[in-house]
T-cell receptor, first 112, second 114 residues
Framework: DAKTTQPPSMDCAEGRAANLPCNHS???????VYWYRQIHSQGPQYIIH???NNETNEMASLIITEDRKSSTLILPHATLRDTAVYYC?????????????FGEGTQLTVNP | DSGVTQTPKHLITATGQRVTLRCSPR?????VYWYQQSLDQGLQFLIQ???????AKGNILERFSAQQFPDLHSELNLSSLELGDSALYFC?????????????FGSGTQLSVL
C-alpha cells in the first residue's frame, strides 16, 4: 500500500471547519483513499473513502487532488465529540486487497 | 454501533496462559479481520478470513492462530502469553473482502497479561 503522511496533531475551534491534510504521493491508479477515526481506544470508525472524485457523506467531505497525490478530509462543523485520532489510509493494491494499514494518524483536538 | 460484536471486553490472565477472543461480524459480511493495538506499535493487521478461508496474513506471531467458522464468527487464539501481548485486539468485518470496501470495527477486547 502507498505510504501516507499526516501532521501528528491539529487543533480546531468548536463550530469551525476542520481540514485534515494527507499526502500520498506514491498512490497507484487503483488504490482508494480511506479516512477512519479512533476516539480514545474505541474501535476505529469509518468516515469516508474515495478513488478519484470528491466525496461527501453525512459525516464529512473528502477532497482528492487531480493528481491524487494528496487529499483533505473536511469536517464542516467540528464538535467536541470529533476529538479523535484521524487516519488517512491508502489501500487497494492487488497484493493488499481490502485490508487497511494504519499509520500514526493526526490527533485532532476540538476546543470549546 | 458498528454491528460487529467482540467478547469479552476485558481479559486478565497470566504469562504462559492461553486465551480465546471471539468476534461476530455484521450480518451478511463474509470477511473478518483481526488487528492488534499496543502503545508502542499502533494498529497492526494480524490476519484476514473470507468465508472460512484464510485470505491474508500480517504480523501475526506463530503463538497466535485464528479461524472463521461456518456461521462466519471468528476466534483469535493467543497461547504462551507474554507480557508484551497485552494490547487491544480489534475485529473488523466487510462484505466480501474486496478492495474499495468499508471495514467496520468492533469495540475491541482489552487483554492484560500479568
Amino acid at each position: 500500500d502507498a505510504k501516507t503522511t499526516q501532521p501528528p496533531s491539529m487543533d480546531c475551534a468548536e463550530g469551525r471547519a476542520a481540514n485534515l491534510p494527507c499526502n500520498h504521493s506514491t498512490i497507484s491508479g487503483n488504490e482508494y483513499v480511506y479516512w477512519y477515526r479512533q476516539i480514545h481506544s474505541q474501535g476505529p470508525q469509518y468516515i469516508i473513502h474515495g478513488l478519484k472524485n470528491n466525496e461527501t457523506n453525512e459525516m464529512a467531505s473528502l477532497i482528492i487532488t487531480e493528481d491524487r497525490k494528496s487529499s483533505t478530509l473536511i469536517l464542516p462543523h467540528a464538535t467536541l465529540r470529533d476529538t479523535a485520532v484521524y487516519y488517512c489510509i491508502v489501500s487497494g493494491r492487488e497484493t493488499s486487497g481490502s485490508r487497511l494499514t494504519f499509520g500514526e494518524g493526526t490527533q485532532l483536538t476540538v476546543n470549546p | 454501533d458498528s454491528g460487529v460484536t467482540q467478547t469479552p471486553k476485558h481479559l486478565i490472565t497470566a504469562t504462559g496462559q492461553r486465551v480465546t477472543l471471539r468476534c461476530s461480524p455484521r450480518s451478511g459480511d463474509l470477511s473478518v479481520y483481526w488487528y492488534q493495538q499496543s502503545l508502542d506499535q499502533g494498529l497492526q493487521f494480524l490476519i484476514q478470513y473470507y468465508n472460512g478461508e484464510e485470505r491474508a496474513k500480517g504480523n501475526i506471531l506463530e503463538r497466535f492462530s485464528a479461524q472463521q467458522f461456518p456461521d462466519l464468527h471468528s476466534e483469535l487464539n493467543l497461547s504462551s502469553l507474554e507480557l508484551g501481548d497485552s494490547a487491544l485486539y480489534f475485529c473488523a468485518s466487510s462484505v466480501g473482502g474486496f478492495k474499495g470496501e468499508k471495514l467496520f470495527f468492533g469495540s475491541g477486547t482489552q487483554l492484560s497479561v500479568l
